[in-house]
């Protein structure tokens, strides 16, 4: 499948172990961007999401839906 949205996050996502959360910002950042299509997560718009289990990477319900069996994702 050629998507725009593909760009080498293979290499540090592919069969991670997502959580879906809330995003809850800190004095260091007040919002998130999904990994894939750039969607922006902060408290107000689009406050919940998934994320790997360190919250350093963020995925919107829509790109997770789309590549879930490509990435080998377990919720």
Not at 56 to 63: D, F, G, K, M, N
Request: a negative charge; glycine letters at 2%.
């Amino acid at each position: 499948m050629d998507d725009w949205r593909i760009t080498n996050q293979e290499k540090y996502l592919s069969g991670k172990r997502l959580l879906k959360k809330q995003f809850v910002p800190t004095e260091r950042n007040d919002h998130e961007h999904c990994r894939f299509c750039w969607e922006r997560f902060d408290k107000v718009n689009h406050p919940e999401a998934y994320c790997t289990e360190d919250a350093y990477y963020w995925i919107c319900e829509q790109c997770f839906q789309d590549f879930r069996e490509r990435f080998h994702w377990e919720v």
